[in-house]
C-alpha cells in the first residue's frame, strides 16, 4: 500500500491545499477537490461517462477509481486503449469474434464488453474510434445491445457502465466529419475535464513524492523514497506539457540519478532533479531558435507599448537579467548557483550578489506590474 501525499507538503504551503486522502487517490490538490467530488457522485449513476482532457492528467486512473467507489467495484474494470488497437481491429476489440470470422481467428475472442460483464468499460481515445465501429458503440449505447464479429445468431446484451476517455475536441472532430454526431450526443452525458499539472501546480511535490516512493517500493525498498523541499521547487517551476506522465519520468530519472551517486541517500536532492530535467525536451525552442524567440518577445513588448501609447524607461529592458537569474536559481536551486551558472562570481562579489539579484527581482516585478500580469 503507497502512502498517500498531501498537496500541503509544496514550498509554499500557505498556497496550497491538503489533499483529502480518504478519497483513497494518492494526491487531491485545490482544483482537483470539486472534480473528485463530482466524480464521486457519478460513479453512482448508469450514464455514459467521458473524461476529456490532456494526455497524461490521469483520466485511466480515474476511470478506475470512479470504478471502483461505484456498486460494481467487485466485478471487472477492463480499459481498451484504442490508440494501441490497429482500425480494422477495433471492432473485434470491443465486441469479439468468433473462430473464422476473419483470415487469423482461429480461436473465439472476447470483446472487452464481454469480460468487462457488469463491471466497467473504459474506451479510452475514443477520438481514435473509425466511422463503422462509431455505429456499433452507438448501438451498443442506445439499447444495450452488440453482435460478435462472425456471429449472426442473435445479438448479446451489454451490462457494464461505459466510460470514456479523450483529449480531443470531439465536436471539432463531428465538424471534421471524422465523428458522428449522434455518438457524440450519447457519449456527451456526463463530462468531466481533467485540467493540466501545470493548472494544479500544488500537487506537484505530492505527486513527485508519492512517484519516488513507488519507485522504490518496485525496487524492493531500494534507493530514496522522498525529495529534498528544493528539489520540490525546482519541480514546482519547471513546465509540463506531459502532465503527470512527464513527472513521473523526471522523477524516476532523479531516483536512479540520486541511487547511483549514493545508495544510502536519504532523498533525492535539488542537483539530482536539475540534471534530471536537462533530459526533457524544451517544446519551444522546436520551431525557430532561442535568438528569434527572444526578437519576437521584443516585438510583443513593442507592440503593447504602442497600443498603449505608454512608454518605459530604458532601463526597464534591463528585465530580461532578472528574469534569467530568477528562472535559474529556481532551476539550480538557489541565488549563488544562479550567479556560478554566469561565473559571476568574478566579478559580483558574494556579498552583494543577493542586493545584485533583488534589484533584479525588483525590475521584473515592475514589468509585470506595468503589463498587469502580477
Not at 505530492?206 to 529534498?228: K, P, Q, T, V
Request: proline share 3%.
Amino acid at each position: 500500500m503507497h502512502r498517500k501525499y498531501s498537496a500541503s507538503t509544496t514550498p509554499r504551503p500557505s498556497e496550497s491545499t491538503a489533499a483529502r486522502s480518504d478519497l483513497g487517490l494518492p494526491v487531491v490538490g485545490a482544483r482537483m477537490q470539486a472534480i473528485v467530488a463530482r466524480l464521486a457522485t457519478y460513479a453512482t449513476l448508469p450514464e455514459t461517462l467521458l473524461l476529456t482532457g490532456p494526455t497524461g492528467t490521469g483520466k485511466s486512473s480515474l476511470a478506475r477509481w470512479v470504478h471502483q467507489q461505484s456498486s460494481r467495484r467487485q466485478a471487472p474494470f477492463v480499459t481498451v486503449d484504442l490508440l494501441s488497437v490497429p482500425r480494422d481491429m477495433q471492432m473485434g476489440e470491443l465486441f469479439g469474434w468468433r473462430r473464422g470470422a476473419f483470415t487469423g481467428a482461429v480461436r473465439d475472442q472476447d470483446g472487452g464488453v464481454t469480460r468487462a460483464g457488469a463491471g466497467t468499460l473504459f474506451i479510452d481515445e475514443i477520438d481514435k474510434l473509425s466511422l463503422a465501429c462509431q455505429a456499433g458503440l452507438l448501438r451498443l449505447l442506445e439499447d444495450r445491445s452488440f453482435r460478435v464479429l462472425g456471429d449472426d445468431r442473435q445479438d448479446r446484451r451489454c451490462s457494464a457502465r461505459i466510460i470514456v476517455g479523450t483529449n480531443s475536441d470531439l465536436e471539432a472532430a463531428v465538424a471534421r466529419g471524422e465523428f458522428r454526431e449522434d455518438l457524440y450526443y450519447r457519449v456527451h452525458v456526463l463530462v468531466t475535464e481533467i485540467p493540466p499539472l501545470d493548472a494544479r501546480r500544488d500537487e506537484i511535490p505530492a505527486w513527485a513524492n508519492f512517484m519516488a516512493a513507488r519507485r522504490c517500493d518496485e525496487a524492493g525498498g531500494c534507493g530514496s523514497r522522498s525529495l529534498s523541499r528544493r528539489a520540490c521547487e525546482l519541480l514546482c517551476a519547471a513546465e509540463w506539457p506531459g502532465n503527470l506522465r512527464q513527472l513521473d519520468n523526471v522523477v524516476r530519472r532523479a531516483w536512479a540519478l540520486c541511487l547511483a551517486e549514493s545508495p544510502e541517500a536519504g532523498q533525492i536532492e535539488a542537483g539530482h532533479v536539475s540534471l534530471a530535467l536537462t533530459f526533457e525536451c524544451h517544446h519551444g525552442h522546436a520551431n525557430g531558435s532561442i535568438l528569434g524567440e527572444l526578437e519576437r518577445a521584443a516585438d510583443t513588448l513593442i507592440d503593447e507599448m504602442l497600443a498603449r501609447s505608454e512608454h518605459l524607461e530604458l532601463g526597464d529592458l534591463d528585465v530580461f537579467r532578472g528574469i534569467v537569474l530568477e528562472r535559474a536559481a529556481a532551476r539550480l536551486g538557489g541565488m549563488r548557483e544562479a550567479f556560478a551558472l554566469f561565473e559571476a562570481n568574478s566579478t559580483i562579489e558574494r556579498r552583494n550578489q543577493a542586493r545584485a539579484f533583488k534589484r533584479a527581482q525588483a525590475r521584473t516585478r515592475g514589468l509585470r506590474s506595468w503589463l498587469n500580469e502580477d
